[in-house]
């Protein structure tokens, strides 16, 4: 520690802002404040030793203590400060203030995420490379991306922070305790397209309407992607991207678009696109 702040002072003679002595001497941002003080400290005292202090030093979290800390978290970062603890033999307080305010640590959960593989990876560049090219001469502000989405009707329930405040568990109400899950709940499909000047119109698919080439045609495509270049691009050209269900490659939805789209591309990449 001394030695630090030695190569601190040394520094400051020599006329290194602070900024600068923090990147020289590699001195971590949870200690950012342990270089203006040095070397006020220096400048009110001529030395850079501790003042003496009123209060009890630390007796628990002390640096041995600290090093073990950081050491244990080096070699596997999920380890349980609870664990910690019982194996050091300290509190768990001490434990958590140690990791908080020494080493200037946070928990984070983690997160999970879609698998990509290598494969996968090569592949979807391939194909955004190939959707660059394709639309170079062309505005990619007039592209309507279009998809959709299947949404259950159901409460949504997070068993760590939804809680209910009662002096007894047997005194809530069930209505309010429980929240009932069934093995097919009830949902509802809805359609949307969307480009960067605007937005169609929500399109809910009724209640036991199954989406087919002929529902999709006369529900989607008949309404609106036939009058988006007035709704949307005020007669403007402009493309209609949707992805590969049955309902988007089948004979009858490939047919209308090639009747309706003036420049129709039937599959490239494996996006299925139309453009006025």
Not at 196 to 219: C, E, H, M, Q, W
Request: hydrophobic letters at 35%; one cysteine or more.
């Amino acid at each position: 520690m001394e030695h630090e702040r030695s190569a601190i002072i040394e520094l400051a003679k020599n006329g290194k802002t602070q900024k600068e002595i923090l990147k020289l001497l590699n001195i971590p941002a949870n200690r950012r404040k342990f270089v203006y003080p040095t070397i006020r400290r220096y400048n009110e005292t001529g030395e850079v030793c501790d003042k003496a202090r009123s209060g009890r030093p630390p007796s628990v979290t002390t640096p041995a203590l600290q090093k073990l800390v950081r050491e244990r978290i080096r070699r596997n970062p999920r380890r349980s400060m609870r664990k910690m603890a019982q194996e050091l033999k300290v509190s768990e307080s001490s434990v958590r203030k140690i990791v908080k305010v020494n080493l200037g640590m946070r928990s984070f959960r983690r997160k999970r995420v879609h698998f990509l593989s290598e494969q996968v990876k090569v592949k979807r560049l391939q194909r955004c490379k190939g959707q660059l090219r394709r639309h170079v001469n062309h505005d990619i502000k007039k592209i309507v991306f279009s998809d959709e989405k299947i949404f259950t009707i159901e409460e949504a329930l997070n068993p760590q922070n939804d809680r209910i405040k009662s002096h007894k568990s047997s005194t809530i109400d069930p209505d309010l305790k429980y929240v009932p899950r069934v093995q097919k709940p009830l949902s509802v499909m809805v359609w949307a397209g969307i480009s960067a000047v605007g937005r169609t119109p929500l399109i809910f698919v009724p209640a036991g309407v199954k989406i087919n080439s002929t529902t999709y045609r006369d529900l989607i495509l008949e309404p609106i992607v036939k009058n988006l270049s007035q709704t949307m691009f005020n007669g403007g050209s402009f493309v209609f991207q949707q992805d590969g269900a049955p309902a988007h490659t089948s004979n009858v939805t490939q047919t209308w678009l090639q009747s309706n789209i003036p420049c129709f591309l039937r599959k490239s990449n494996g996006l299925h696109i139309a453009q006025t």
